[in-house]
């Protein structure tokens, strides 16, 4: 099957769903500027994002040191691994008995959505599918074009009410009330519990939380909605702060209800602490979020500058006149412009309009 062309013409939706309709076998390559995806398939159904064998920038690696999976030591112990033996990353994850199959599907499933998540928002590049070109490995996760569409259009569209829920990366969330002990907590937000103490502004807490963005940012919504969180205050930027704790990796989730009574007691601590506190803090100090992470710096820096200029759209309705004009009014660091071998061009949208964000390898 000979199927390539512009984005623009189809989007990732509609390519994926004639994949999955026809029930094809192959590989969907895109491309968009410096950045480049997979997705692999099999029968119709979604089996990969990722390629074969094991890089640095491996989407499945990347995304087990994001959601605190995997230490940077556990991480170069792999690299070590492959580099010796050249074996498959899920292969070297499995036989080195840092996750089990079933740990590792889980894991699979949610590395896949969250691809498909950030896929289905290009609306520029080009496409191809070689059928020739099929996963060599062992499947592990396999997920259905529909419902992994509909679950990833659901998170775009909830993504963009996060955006004016959570505009503000400099407040300060802090413990309202704690649930009844017979409310049922989700994973996520009993990992939340453990790291809201009342001082971590929202960006801290997301570059805490062993979990993807968007997981950190449906649970906050809920906790939110459920009066468990309030918003206390908030910190300006302006000078370091030390950075905040980062949760540690951990091989298995401790068991429901013993975990809901660790968690409650820790929040009811931190809700206690910042109770003493909050009387000699005004939370206006000067403080920046921590740097983020510099793996795949390039679509990394790129991601953030356009999610600054929705947050910027979403606050004033219009694109701001400069990508400097961000940096100015605090919407993200300068660091984030410098991209290392590129430079970024972008003009500015009037009202009604959208922006353009290209990026020109330096000469």
Known sequence: MSLQGNLRDFSVTEILQLLGTQKKTGCLELEWNVERAVVFMQDGAVVSTRNPGVVGNDVLLEFLRQIRRLSDEQVQGVLSIQKESNRDLEDVLLKGRYL??????RILERQILDSLTKLIRWDNGTYRFDSNRRWPGVVVAKLGVESALIEASRRVDEHKRFMGTFKDPYQVL????LPDPDVELSDEERELFGIIDGQRTLNQIVEAAPLTEYEC???LDRMLREHW????GRQDPGVHAPKPTIATPRRARAPGLAWQR????TAAFAAAFAAL????????QNIVPPPSRQ???VSSRVRDVRYALELYHRDRGVYPASLQQLVNEDWLPARTLRVPGFRLVYRGGGPGERYTLQLTPER
């Open 262 to 265: 660790e968690v409650l007691v």
């Open 100 to 105: 089990d199959a079933l740990e590792l599907g």
């Open 174 to 177: 802090g413990i309202r009330d």
């Open 295 to 297: 793996d795949g710096v």
């Open 217 to 219: 940012f449906e649970a």
């Open 277 to 284: 506190t909050l009387g000699a803090r005004l939370f206006r």
């Open 229 to 232: 969180l309030e918003v206390i």
